[in-house]
């Protein structure tokens, strides 16, 4: 059952924005306005969506929760269609990062609620939730460990304050746990204690570098703490300490089965996934030697709503990202924002009316060449290729998985063959991006401040025409061989470039 709070209508659309986390447990919807920066909320509901039950043994989502998830996000959709595009974000976590049929499933969830989604990373989930952990307490405590037991994945994250320094996605969840060790919904003292040990064993890779970095303040967050905290809260007041955790997982037992489980404790679909994460809980607690543990509402969506308010204020930790990376892997960065102005202005040709897609595609563009020659750092040959592949798996804070991709796959066409057998990431033509960014690289081979040539750039489905002074290309015959090579690379790949001296 959907559970929402009632709208307040007075607002207008253009400041007011939505965050979706598609979770492996339940679909939860936040929508806020932004007030100079600062959120206030206005609508919350949840679905209960189990989307990890619905792996199946194949490795996709069945097509029972297929049905029941689109069914949902139709209801959801409602909510959010009348905001602009840009003021929304929809992100899947574990279920969807795991299952085979995620993009045939995406397809059809993006057109329902007219907007895109992405597929973020554990560790991108992590900062994100403890970024909304951090705006939601009060705490003089400036070391800060953050506990969020989803449906499909644990994340543990270590912080000074509003910085997360530390970021773990364990790869087991309250509904993963209990079909492991309380199939057909049957609860005993053994079954709880093999559990509980699972899970020690789960943290051994992690306890000890969680364990080095310490903490003042243990916090606890999403539906499954939450709901551990009111199950406590049926026998004491003390809230969730290593006491009361032991007791609860005793009283639990004592159901005999999840069917059973007192109604006041939890939702009956919460039920079904509660003993699984009472007994995670407490392997946390003994692997972590903790006491206690607070509780705060802030969860992934508020980490969202942040930072979707943030880069309305210019405030992008993408941007950052980008940035940390150039004096970690040696990157020159005179040479690459040479490159990056001389792409951005070839693409304000192609695109002098600005909408939001343009606006999202330039911003890639410009990231793509400030990082072309991130694989230089590894070696000189082939680095478009290190280079493609660095950007796949670094942890990029503010990246979604798609966006990494998408700017892999830009770094390793900007030279070279074009490889035309690897799919452009999520579906999404980025060729455009891909020829400009390669004549850009091209006109600043030179790697030196000299104005490249004056050029126009057009384009009319998959043929480019550029014109560029006859005099400046006779002065420079090496870039007049190099552009008729880009040429027939990119004929190979079924994309004509005529070139047009004036």
């Known amino acids: 059952m959907g559970e929402t709070d009632q709208p307040d209508t007075s607002n207008t659309v253009s400041d007011t924005y939505a965050a979706l986390d598609l979770g492996s447990n339940s679909f939860h919807l936040l929508v806020a306005r932004d007030r100079n920066g600062s959120i ?42 009348s905001l602009p595009q840009h003021n929304v974000r929809v992100v899947g976590t574990n279920a969807l990062r795991k299952a085979a049929n995620r993009d045939a499933f995406i397809s059809q969830a993006e057109a329902i609620l007219g907007c895109n989604i992405d597929v973020i990373s554990g560790r991108e989930e ?81 306890e000890h570098s969680f364990r080095n970095h310490g903490w003042e303040l243990a916090v606890g967050t999403s539906g499954t ?51 699984g994460g009472v007994a995670m809980l407490q392997g946390i607690f003994k692997t972590l030697k903790l006491d206690t543990l607070e509780i705060s509402s802030g969860a992934l969506r508020e980490g969202l709503l ?60 410009q990231w793509a060449a400030m990082l072309h020659e991130i694989g230089m750092g590894i070696s000189h040959s082939a680095y478009h290729k290190h280079g493609a592949y660095l950007l796949e798996y670094l942890d990029m804070p503010g990246f979604t998985l798609t966006e990494q991709s998408q700017l892999a796959w830009l770094v390793r066409t900007h030279r070279r063959r074009l490889q035309t057998e690897e799919p452009m990431p999520h579906g999404k033509s980025l060729m455009h991006l891909c020829v400009i960014l390669r004549l850009a690289v091209t006109f600043r081979r030179n790697r030196s401040d000299a104005r490249p040539a004056d050029n126009k750039l057009r384009k009319k489905g998959d043929r480019y025409l550029i014109e560029i002074d006859r005099d400046w290309l006779n002065a420079h015959p090496l870039t007049r061989m190099d552009l008729e090579q880009e040429s027939n690379a990119l004929s190979e790949a079924g994309v004509e470039l005529d070139v047009k001296e004036i």
């Open 126 to 206: 992590g900062r994100l939730i403890y970024a909304a952990v951090a705006q939601s307490i009060e705490s003089r405590a400036d070391l800060r460990l953050v506990i969020d037991i989803g449906g499909g994945s644990t994340e543990l994250i270590a912080g000074h304050r509003f910085e997360p320094h530390l970021s773990e996605s364990i790869q087991i969840g309250c509904i993963s746990m209990t079909e492991r060790w309380f199939k057909e919904g049957k609860l005993s003292t053994s079954r709880m204690a093999n559990a509980v040990q699972d899970m020690q064993l789960e943290l051994e890779v992690v």
């Open 40 to 81: 206030q909320v206005l609508d919350r509901h949840r679905e209960m969506t189990r989307l990890a039950a619905g792996l199946e043994s194949s490795g996709s989502l069945s097509q029972e929760c297929i049905d029941l998830a689109l069914a949902s996000l139709r209801r959801i959709s409602q909510r959010i269609r």
């Open 225 to 275: 703490i939450l709901a551990v905290q009111n199950a406590i809260a049926q026998f004491s007041s003390d809230g969730i300490t290593k006491p009361t955790l032991k007791e609860l997982g005793r009283r639990l037992v004592c159901f005999g089965h999840i069917d059973n489980i007192d109604p006041s404790w939890c939702s009956q679909r919460r039920a079904q996934s509660l003993p």
């Open 306 to 365: 942040h930072e979707l308010v943030g880069r309305a204020h210019d405030v992008d930790i993408r941007e950052r990202s980008v940035r940390a990376l150039t004096p970690r892997f040696h990157i020159d960065q005179h040479h690459a924002t040479l490159v990056a102005q001389t792409a951005l202005a070839m693409f304000d040709q192609l695109f002098p009316k600005m909408n939001d897609e343009c606006e999202d595609e330039r911003q890639l563009l």
